[in-house]
């Protein structure tokens, strides 16, 4: 048997110096190298630790990703040629920067629906930045590497908990009942209550309930037998068009799987709904009764 091929697929910046022996520019490879360790050096000093060889090789492997990453993102053109370039005319410095403010981007953005205190805490977002930092810009200079597949990897992932958390964010600012403003989310079980609530029409928007309030929500409908699907719509209607989608996207999955939906309208006591409604809303729900 053949052994499989594998495509050599090597840091954009590792690319381009191999082509620094064919280009006539006086002094690009001295200007070159002069930059790439100015970067390696606050790459060491802020990142890994710039006392030690051990750090100083990090911090090198790191920078290589780091420029790779945003020569990546500022080339309009798969071309090794035009990164050279832009390395020679603009800098790697810039070519960092670019990279590195990604990262900054990407690891401000959620990377779960549930979201505590500690989420804007300076020293946990500096951790979160490290981290990603780590995990998509290192690589040794002549090994394959997978770091923009795997940032927008990331990036489409956390775009899709991003609009997960502000369909949320935006439900608690129009809770019937007002505002809420507690720091701690749970993004799904705020969604989840919105639209288990909905059924009852009416336009209602709820957000936190408690178990009075969700008592008397199952009365109303065993009584009314409302038109479930007439309450989705006008949940929908009230939402800002952003939002729709996932909230579309999770209406359906309610629609077909939703056990407090299903059962509802039979004879289950109050505490079984009640307790299939803390695995869809968990800490959104307010315990009222003692």
């Given amino acids: 048997m053949l052994p499989a091929l ?41 990142f890994t630790n710039n006392r030690t060889a051990e750090g100083i090789q990090k911090a090198v492997n790191l920078t290589v990703g780091g420029v790779s990453l ?29 990279g590195f ?26 951790r979160r930045l490290r981290d990603l ?10 090994a394959n590497w997978d770091g923009p597949s795997k940032y927008q990897t990331q990036l489409k992932q956390r775009q899709e908990v991003q609009a997960v958390v502000r ?42 309930t408690g178990q009075k309030e969700f ?17 989705w719509e006008a949940l929908v209607a009230a939402v800002p068009e952003q939002h729709r989608p996932v909230l579309l996207h999770r209406i359906d999955l309610y629609r077909r799987t939703c056990t407090v939906l299903q059962k509802l309208p039979g004879r289950f006591a109050m505490k079984t709904l009640w307790t299939e409604l803390e695995n869809y809303a968990g800490s959104e729900l307010d315990a009222d009764y003692d």
């Fill in 133 to 142: 930092f780590f995990d998509i810009c290192f690589t040794e200079p002549g």
């Fill in 101 to 126: 403010l990604q990262l900054k981007d990407l690891a401000a953005m959620p990377e779960d629906t549930l979201i505590g205190e500690y989420d804007s805490d300076p020293m946990y977002a500096q």
């Fill in 215 to 231: 008592e008397r929500f199952v009365k109303a409908v065993r009584k009314a037998k409302p038109d479930y699907e007439a309450g």
């Fill in 70 to 98: 945003g020569l990546e993102q500022v080339l309009t053109v798969d071309s090794d040629e035009l990164a050279l370039d832009f390395l020679v005319e603009q800098g790697a410095e810039l070519a960092f920067q670019a």
């Fill in 6 to 46: 594998v495509k050599e697929s090597l840091p954009r910046l590792t690319r381009a110096i191999k082509l620094l022996p064919g280009d006539d520019r006086e002094d690009a490879a001295v200007i070159l190298a002069e930059e790439l360790s100015g970067i390696t050096a606050m790459v060491a000093d802020k």
């Fill in 167 to 208: 369909l949320a964010n935006w439900l608690r600012r129009h809770n019937v009942e007002g505002a809420v403003k507690d720091p701690d989310l749970n993004a799904e079980g705020v969604i989840a209550l919105a639209i288990i609530f909905a059924v009852e029409g009416g336009g209602r928007i709820v957000a936190r």
